[in-house]
């Protein structure tokens, strides 16, 4: 697979979360330490940055207009015009020690938010993790605020699979992807089992879903992304030309494009050319479209 930088030289210290917009024809990510949200237009290639003064670790349209975005310590409503955010709720708030991570939205519209141990400093420096403290959690459009799970390690991994009535959730961690039976009318959970096992080819991160109810997941530290067929089974290992792959998303008018984040973080002088870039390659089936924020 052909996978091409898509931002020519610019690099990520931590890329994450890609979302596409299919009606805007717009790609939204972001980098976690550097504090910032980016969309890319794909129909003129023009970008727009958004910065704030904590990590992001994810942007995503609403359906109300404006973008929701997931800051370090809560949710916030973010005008794309002018920059300015205001606060919507904040399932763990300041204090707890933890930050956001792992961010998306389920097809009914409703976001979920895992968080982790805070793993950065205050000059985006490298904090250990130490403990599993973080938690999923679910926040539908009026604000209600359900814990979903506890004592995660770091949150990676959110994809709804309608077919099957399931969730896919990740403990980059415990090396581990989960499978859930999910209800879409209630958004409950419940039945959580392995879906994949540690794996030589690095650890498990973000993860998108294609038509066929196949998980492509980022393999953090192995270069790769590993596709698992709904049975859990190994379908392809695909390699990728940066060290840290941290999640992908379909886009495009077939949804046949698959963009990929990457990090640049932790890696100094054995950095790569290609590490921290947003990556781009066609691929032969089409993904599971992405849902804006009900609220």
């Known amino acids: 697979m052909n996978f091409k930088s898509v931002l020519a030289k610019k690099r990520f210290e931590l890329g994450e979360g890609p979302f596409y917009d299919a009606a805007a024809r717009a790609l939204y990510w972001v980098d976690i330490i550097a504090g910032e949200a980016w969309s890319l237009s794909l129909a003129s290639g023009s970008t727009r940055t958004w ?20 800051l370090a310590d809560g949710l916030a409503f973010l005008d794309p015009e002018t920059g300015g955010h205001t606060a919507f709720v904040a399932p763990e708030g300041k204090g707890s020690g933890n930050r956001s991570n792992e961010a998306r939205v389920d097809p009914q519209g409703r976001f979920w938010l895992g968080t982790m141990q805070n793993n950065i400093g205050p000059a985006g420096e490298d904090l250990p993790i130490t403990h599993s ?29 309608e077919a099957r009535g399931r969730l896919y959730f990740a403990d980059t961690r415990a090396g581990v992807i989960y499978v859930y039976d999910w209800n879409g009318a209630t958004g409950e959970i419940a039945n959580r089992r392995v879906f994949a096992s540690p794996h030589e080819r690095g650890f498990p991160d973000g993860s998108a879903l294609d038509v066929e109810g196949c998980l492509w997941n980022a393999r953090w530290g192995g270069s790769c992304i590993i596709r698992y067929a709904p049975d859990g089974r190994i379908d392809r290992i695909i390699d990728v030309p940066v060290q840290q792959p941290t999640s992908c998303v379909f886009a495009g008018d077939d949804l046949k494009t698959l963009y990929v984040t990457s990090a640049r973080a932790g890696l100094g002088e054995a950095a790569n050319d290609f590490d921290g870039a947003l990556l781009r390659a066609s691929v032969d089936v089409a993904g599971q479209a992405c849902t804006a924020f009900a609220g």
């Open 51 to 70: 910065s704030f003064d904590q990590p992001v670790s994810a942007v995503v349209p609403r359906q109300n207009d404006g973008l929701l975005v997931a």
């Open 133 to 161: 403290q973080g938690a999923l959690y679910r926040v539908t459009p009026d604000g209600a605020v359900t814990r979903m799970e506890k004592n995660i390690g770091i949150s990676n991994t959110l994809c709804w699979d």
